[in-house]
């Protein structure tokens, strides 16, 4: 591959999307690779980036399936709404595209299945867009964890509050949904926003052997807005996650591990700290890494046949994880009406908030023993009992 370029064609320029297709067109114009080809049925919403491609001669197709029919077309940036994902990936590795797909990978572990199976049928690489793996802030802290700075590790936990309005929830027809048009969605802060936290936690834990969590909802909508999550992994680590949408303040992610011997964390904003028992933390700060380094280490998997950060194999221990989660509290249920409130702290937009979550947030993040009382867990359930919700491909 070495002997060329690559040649790059995008699925879906809004959203994400927006991002990856000025990462890609810098690559194009610095020679590291070739933008041949876009399909986007919706891209008309975004002029200026269509006048640039015709510029540069790159070409748009309504129907994701012209782009992928293509023979002068090696790898695929697959943006799309949750729902789309399984469907276009599968094709396009049956097509013998290597694939980059926008995170989550899918919406259940039975979808998981068929897009692993034409994985491995394709022998393409299929990178999955956790762009924190490719952060030198992680690979520091998965380094002092496995370097056993922190004696052998025993808990992970996380907590983030992130409080999203009614514009959040307005910004695409599949926000807060379960499904769209028979199509799994799982839209939540595990799921999606937040997705990055359960997944990084996940990846260092270990796959799950039983779970247990809770998913409650303080808006109207079909899917939840609020998480609690519990997971002991096959190496014997506790992972819990408090992830949340319907809270007043902002909190995190930040991300916490302990070992026998000391502890450490890392947030969002790229900082880290380390702290061995009897000694003094010692601080770390990182630079913001855009999506250009995750986007290099896919370009750099395919021309050196190697792995990329965040495989499609790596994700499975997350969707196990949510899905045991769902099927724990067996499904999604609503707060207390007697709870939830709607306020406009800022905006004319409404943020539906539960009285005392805040609270729980806080003592949580310093205290991972404080399970919430608001969100709190349903029964174990160990991985084999967790449904894989197959469903009919479209």
């Given amino acids: 591959m070495n002997a060329r370029m690559l040649r790059i064609g995008m699925i879906g ?13 810098t690559f194009h114009h610095a020679g590291r690779c070739r933008f041949v080809a876009i399909a986007d049925p919706t891209a008309v919403r975004f002029p200026d980036a269509l006048a640039a491609l015709d510029w540069e001669s790159v070409a748009h197709y309504d129907d994701y399936r012209n782009l992928i029919a293509r023979n002068d077309i090696d790898a695929v940036i697959i943006s799309t709404p949750i729902h789309l994902h399984a469907r276009q990936t599968i094709d396009s590795l049956t097509a013998g595209k290597h694939v980059y797909l926008e ?9 998981y299945e068929q897009l692993d199976a034409a994985r491995r049928a394709s022998g393409k690489i299929c990178a999955i867009g956790f762009q924190m793996q490719a952060a030198p802030v992680y690979r520091f802290i998965k380094e002092i964890v496995a370097s056993g700075k922190i004696g052998d590790l025993t808990h992970i936990w996380a907590a983030a509050s992130w409080p999203r309005d ?8 599949w926000s807060g949904r379960m499904t769209v048009g028979g199509a ?12 990055h936290a359960v997944h990084a936690a996940m990846v260092i834990a270990g796959a799950p052997v039983r779970v247990r969590g809770s998913l409650k909802r303080a808006r109207p909508i079909e899917s939840y807005d609020t998480a609690f999550v519990e997971a002991e ?15 007043t303040k902002e909190y995190g992610p930040r991300m916490y591990f302990r070992g026998t011997c000391g502890h450490a964390w890392f947030d969002w904003n790229m900082n880290a700290a380390v702290t061995q028992d009897g000694g ?39 969707l196990q994880t949510v899905n045991g989660a769902l099927k724990s509290g067996d499904g999604i249920t609503s ?16 943020t539906y908030v539960v009285a005392g979550l805040d609270d729980e947030v806080a003592a949580f993040a310093t205290d991972p023993s404080a399970v919430p009382s608001l969100v709190y867990p349903g029964k174990w359930v160990g991985v084999g009992e967790i449904d894989p919700a197959p469903v009919q491909l479209r």
């Fill in 280 to 318: 003094e933390t010692v601080q770390y700060a990182f630079p913001y890494q855009p999506m250009m380094a995750i986007m290099t280490d896919f370009f750099d998997a395919i021309e050196q046949s190697g792995e990329p950060a965040t495989s499609l194999c790596d994700t499975l221990p997350y």
């Fill in 103 to 111: 995170k989550p990978p899918c919406a259940t572990t039975g979808e």
């Fill in 166 to 173: 009614d514009s959040y929830y307005a910004r695409t027809s």
């Fill in 335 to 350: 707060f207390a009406a007697s709870l939830v409130s709607a306020v406009t702290p800022n905006t004319p937009q409404q």
């Fill in 184 to 195: 799994p969605v799982f839209d939540g802060p595990a799921t999606n926003a937040c997705a």
């Fill in 13 to 25: 320029i809004g959203g994400m999307g927006h991002a990856h297709l000025e990462t890609i067109r």
């Fill in 233 to 247: 992994s096959e190496t014997g680590i506790n992972v819990r996650l408090f992830l949340t949408h319907a809270s």
